[in-house]
Structures are given as C-alpha cells and as structure tokens.
C-alpha cells in the first residue's frame, strides 16, 4: 500500500511538472495576445477620432477654398477606405492616403489667410494635432505589444505550446511607401 501511495506521488508530480509550464506558457500567451487586441483598438479609437473631426474641418475649408473639390474628393475616398479595411496592413495603408490627404489640405489652407486665422479652423486643427499624436503612440503601443507577442510565441519551449494552440505570428502596424513621401508644398498658385 505505501509503495503504491508512492508510485501515485510520484507519477503525480511528474505530470504537474510536465503540465505546470505548459500551463503557465499558454497563459502568458493569451495575455499578451489580448494586449494585442487592445492596442488595436485603441488605433482603431483614434482613427475613428480623427475620421470623426475631419468632416468639420473639411466644411471649414470649404467655405474659403470651395474651388479646392479635388481634395475634398480625396479626403472622403480616404476616409472611406479606412472605414472599409480590416487587416492591420490595411488600416496603415488606408491611414497613411488619408494622412496625406490631410497633408495637401493644410497646404491649400496656407493659401487662404483669413482661413488660417479663423477661430473655429484654429480649434479644429488644433484637436486633429492632438488626434494625430495620439494616433501615433497608439501605433507604438501596438507594435510594442506585437513585438512583446511575436517574440514569446518564438522561444523555446513557448514555440512548441505556440503550435499546439495556433497562437500566430501578429503583423506589425507599418506605413505605407507613400507615407514616406514628404508632401510638395507650392505657394506660386
């Protein structure tokens, strides 16, 4: 009887010494795959921030530079497609057209001094100043969190649990080529 309460013991503690890690891993694996998550939505909250200011900007303009249509064309396309996209790699695709459609906006704005000095233009561009830095260190949390993620999910023994569970690799939140380009500004028109 006592070696069989041995034997029990014994193969017991084996299996927690096997399971506890696994255990343990898998855990870590769904924290931080859920700050994952949350960091994109918290993109996703100032994007929408951002889209949501924009219309008043836009109308802003408007009634100063209404012969300016081509903008206004693109920024709704813009906001349009970031409405529409899905994927990580979409939303900084669509971000960045929408980014420099902005950019080409404010240019036209330099154009028109009244405008600039308007106080509901100030207020509006002074929240989408605002809305945009915290874009910004939205996406350096979410690419901090992807990091943190992907670089788990990649060690030994995590890779293994990784595996069994389908925990996969997240896409890091990039800009587009387009992004890179430094907006032409021209005041001869």
Same mark, same amino acid.
């Given at each position: =009887?006592?070696?069989? %309460?041995?034997?029990?013991?014994?193969?017991?503690?084996?299996?927690?010494?096997?399971?506890?890690?696994?255990? !343990?891993?898998?855990?870590? =694996?769904?924290? %931080?795959?859920?700050?994952?998550?949350?960091?994109? !939505?918290?993109? /996703?909250?100032?994007?929408?921030?951002?889209?949501?200011?924009?219309?008043? &900007?836009?109308?802003?303009?408007?009634?100063?530079?209404?012969?300016?249509? /081509?903008?206004?064309?693109?920024?709704?396309?813009?906001?349009?497609?970031? #409405?529409?996209?899905?994927?990580? !790699?979409?939303?900084?695709?669509? $971000?960045?057209? &929408? #980014?420099?459609?902005?950019?080409?906006?404010?240019?036209?704005?330099?154009?028109?001094?009244?405008?600039?000095?308007?106080?509901?233009?100030?207020?509006?561009?002074?929240?989408?100043?605002?809305?945009?830095?915290?874009? #910004?260190?939205?996406?350096? $949390?979410?690419? *901090?969190?992807?990091?943190?993620?992907?670089?788990?999910?990649?060690?030994?023994?995590?890779?293994?649990?990784? #595996?069994?569970?389908?925990?996969?690799?997240?896409?890091?939140?990039?800009?587009?080529?387009?992004? *890179?380009?430094?907006?032409?500004?021209?005041?001869?028109?």
């Amino acid at each position: =009887m006592n070696k069989t %309460l041995r034997t029990i013991a014994i193969v017991v503690a084996i299996i927690l010494v096997i399971t506890m890690p696994i255990i !343990g891993g898998y855990n870590k =694996m769904v924290s %931080l795959e859920q700050k994952v998550k949350v960091a994109e !939505g918290n993109i /996703d909250t100032q994007l929408q921030r951002r889209s949501d200011l924009i219309p008043n &900007l836009v109308e802003t303009v408007k009634g100063y530079a209404s012969q300016e249509k /081509d903008i206004f064309i693109k920024i709704a396309e813009a906001r349009a497609k970031l #409405g529409g996209a899905q994927t990580v !790699g979409d939303k900084a695709k669509a $971000d960045s057209e &929408l #980014g420099s459609a902005l950019s080409r906006l404010l240019v036209v704005v330099e154009r028109y001094p009244d405008l600039k000095s308007s106080a509901n233009f100030r207020d509006l561009t002074a929240a989408l100043e605002g809305t945009e830095n915290r874009i #910004g260190i939205a996406r350096q $949390d979410y690419n *901090k969190s992807v990091d943190n993620y992907n670089t788990t999910i990649k060690k030994f023994p995590n890779t293994i649990i990784a #595996g069994i569970f389908r925990f996969q690799e997240r896409a890091y939140y990039k800009a587009s080529e387009s992004a *890179k380009e430094v907006p032409k500004v021209n005041f001869s028109k």
